[in-house]
């Protein structure tokens, strides 16, 4: 692996931008009930890089679990061709996209498209965006979530970000990929565990806890320049970084007053103050998208249950009251749902509840699940479990229809974390 930026701390290298050893490969294990048929044409331009446009496209399309992909039978159509709409139909698609890749009078690379409902045999819009080669599978997605988008109503997530760890060998790696588990790269590799990341709001900055010290300190990464700063190194753990919606602070687990209790600290590490104060353990801490609430793991009633307070850790009530196990607590982006992991007959696994009916859905069969976490858009929800002994990571739809497996040939995957739409 190629190293950009490396620090004077012993066993430890920063690496801004380099290849991964390998890649997330991604299985479908479960569609939607109801997939919309549509239809890619192949992409006008030159081959070879048209090709490599359309594949991305079909590629994001149909590992969603939300779209059929009907043949298009090697037919070359850009966004002015005429559609047959009879044509199309008859072939079963409800919906086709055609499209180019062409030259811009600087040398950079312009991708086109537009959209056809065949049904109504109407044009739904289309979009033209500037890449390079480089960039190819970046507008590739941008058309994906564009299609998406048009026909679903919802902000498509094939643009963003996610985070895992790799362990494999001593080594651990904190990964940064593309939601289709492409174009990895290593921000951080340790001898020593990687824990817990978690993304700013603004997608620019990654939090963590990292061993190198042989304990856990959480440090604020910038992905952009490879520097980061701890934001806490107090006496004792430093654990569980869950950033404020604005951006600003971090909710942290500390023990360096005793038990394990929550805290807020300045995203620059000042201004620490404590939130809980119970006579148990207060753990895993996350703030809803708009901040009046923040969830947090409690065993103060006995077992462990997850609590709701204020965003200052006042008037904490439980909301979990099913089964003596229910753990990680992750807020869906609109506020609705939450997501965590539950024992279940000694199994662990995801779950969602709708917080106005307090009505309780697990989504999963698996029996190592942890570490949830929403996509942007809050269709589905990325967790690590483990199958043959191997950790991977697996996405799941919050209707529990659609799932995906993502795992890498060599090592262990852990801690996922969706990135946000990055604005």
């Not at 008037?315 to 229910?326: C, E, L």
Request: charged letters at 20%.
């Amino acid at each position: 692996m190629r190293q950009l930026f490396r620090t004077l701390l012993c066993c430890l290298a920063l690496v801004a931008c380099g290849s991964a050893r390998a890649q997330l490969s991604i299985e479908i294990t479960g569609a939607g009930a109801n997939r919309i048929p549509v239809a890619i044409a192949d992409f006008a331009g030159e081959p070879g890089l048209a090709r490599a446009l359309t594949s991305v496209i079909r590629g994001d399309l149909e590992k969603s679990g939300l779209f059929r992909l009907v043949e298009a039978d090697g037919t070359g159509l850009n966004e002015n061709s005429s559609v047959n709409y009879a044509d199309w139909k008859g072939k079963g698609a409800d919906a086709l996209a055609v499209g180019s890749l062409g030259s811009t009078p600087d040398g950079r690379l312009e991708a086109r498209f537009r959209l056809h409902d065949t049904q109504k045999m109407v044009g739904l819009g289309g979009a033209a965006y500037v890449t390079s080669s480089a960039q190819l599978r970046a507008a590739g997605h941008r058309i994906a979530d564009a299609i998406y988008e048009k026909l679903t109503g919802e902000k498509g997530i094939f643009s963003t970000r996610i985070a895992y760890v790799v362990k494999s060998a001593g080594r651990y790696e904190l990964q940064i990929a593309d939601a289709d588990g492409q174009n990895a790269q290593a921000a951080l590799v340790s001898k020593e565990p990687i824990i817990s990341p978690a993304w700013s709001p603004d997608g620019t900055r990654v939090a963590y806890v990292s061993f190198e010290n042989k304990k856990p300190i959480i440090f604020v990464h910038s992905l952009s320049t490879g520097k980061r700063q701890a934001v806490a190194n107090f006496k004792g753990s430093n654990s569980a970084p869950a950033w404020s919606p604005d951006g600003r602070r971090l909710a942290v687990v500390l023990t360096k007053d005793g038990n394990s209790q929550i805290y807020v600290v300045g995203a620059d590490g000042s201004g620490v103050q404590r939130l809980t104060t119970s006579s148990g353990i207060d753990t895993e801490p996350r703030w809803s998208a708009d901040g009046a609430s923040l969830f947090f793991t409690s065993d103060r009633g006995g077992s462990p249950q997850i609590y709701r307070a204020g965003p200052d850790g006042s008037g904490a009530q439980r909301v979990t009251f099913d089964g003596s196990y229910n753990v990680s607590p992750r807020p869906s982006p609109d506020g609705k749902t939450l997501a965590y992991i539950t024992r279940r007959e000694g199994r662990f696994q995801l779950a969602v509840m709708d917080l106005a009916s307090r009505q309780v859905q697990v989504l999963t069969d698996s029996h190592k699940d942890e570490s949830p976490s929403f996509a942007p858009n809050g269709r589905m929800i990325l967790i690590a479990t483990e199958m043959g002994g191997r950790g991977v990571l697996s996405a799941v739809s919050t209707d529990g229809r659609i799932k995906q497996r993502l795992s890498i040939s060599a090592g262990d995957v852990r801690e996922p974390a969706w990135a946000p739409f990055i604005q």
